[in-house]
């Protein structure tokens, strides 16, 4: 089993129970192998398109960019963590999401994606933490993944040594029964019903895909074309 663990940062509450799932996950699965990213400081996306137009390689971040995105590909579960800023996912992990844009079902979804497990994990002081793991939902279903599933907390403290510990309690229950369902599930998870069906209206739009003639190709190339 493989997992990918990107964080915002490599400090703070979303990390430690980033890491409390990570280490609960490697204590049901001995011999999983974990493979971790901070985007702290990522460059965020010019805009140029040059991903979808002329290939991924040509992106100006590419170095940066490249050593995750392989590592998302070849991992059985992806996990994204973001700690609430003004109701909203950190500017690091966005910066480094839309860098992925290539990858989202109407493009170059990889092959790989159709049995992946998402886990979205954030803490908030107080509020605005639902907005956030259901955006980083978003973009595990806009990868085309699988399952995912959401870990998010208002924890009323600026650290994690603050946090109550009753609280805490609940947080490290809540973390191993995740870390159960990604472990039971993991090799087995298969894509939902509408995503399926998205997947299915997308290929009628690839057959006439003229505008981004590599997605096209992309499509052609994994069979889900003629
Ligand atoms: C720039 C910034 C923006 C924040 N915005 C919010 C917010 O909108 N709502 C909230 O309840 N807490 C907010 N907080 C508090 C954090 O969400 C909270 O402390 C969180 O647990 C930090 O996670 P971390 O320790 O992993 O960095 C903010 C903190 C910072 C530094």
């Known amino acids: 089993m493989k997992i990918v663990a990107v964080h915002s940062r490599f400090t703070g509450s979303t990390h430690a129970i980033a890491l ?12 999983a192998q974990i493979d971790e990213f901070c985007v702290a400081g990522f460059k965020p996306c010019v805009g140029c398109f040059s991903c979808f137009a002329n290939g991924e390689d040509t992106c100006p971040h590419y170095a940066e960019v490249h050593p995750i995105a392989t590592a998302i590909e070849q991992a059985d579960v992806v996990v994204l963590d973001s700690p609430t800023y003004v109701m909203g996912i950190s500017g690091a992990m966005k910066s480094f999401l839309d860098h992925l844009a290539y990858r989202w079902f109407a493009h170059r979804p990889h092959p790989s994606m159709g049995k992946k497990i998402g886990v979205a994990i954030s803490t908030t002081g107080g509020s605005g933490v639902r ?8 973009q595990f279903f806009g990868l085309s993944m699988a399952k995912y599933y959401r870990l998010g907390f208002s924890i009323m403290a600026f650290n994690w040594g ?3 510990p009753k609280k805490k309690a609940r947080i490290e229950r809540a973390v191993r029964r995740t ?24 290929h009628f739009m690839q057959q006439k895909n003229d505008w981004f003639p590599l997605d096209h190709q992309w499509w052609k190339d994994n069979g889900w074309i003629k």
């Open 20 to 31: 409390m799932l990570l280490d609960e996950i490697g204590r049901l699965e001995p011999g």
């Open 131 to 138: 907005g956030v793991t259901k955006a980083l939902k978003a």
């Open 162 to 164: 603050d946090v109550n």
């Open 179 to 202: 870390a159960r369902r990604v472990v039971a599930l993991s090799g087995k998870a298969k894509r939902g019903l509408f995503l399926r069906l998205l997947l299915w209206g997308i």
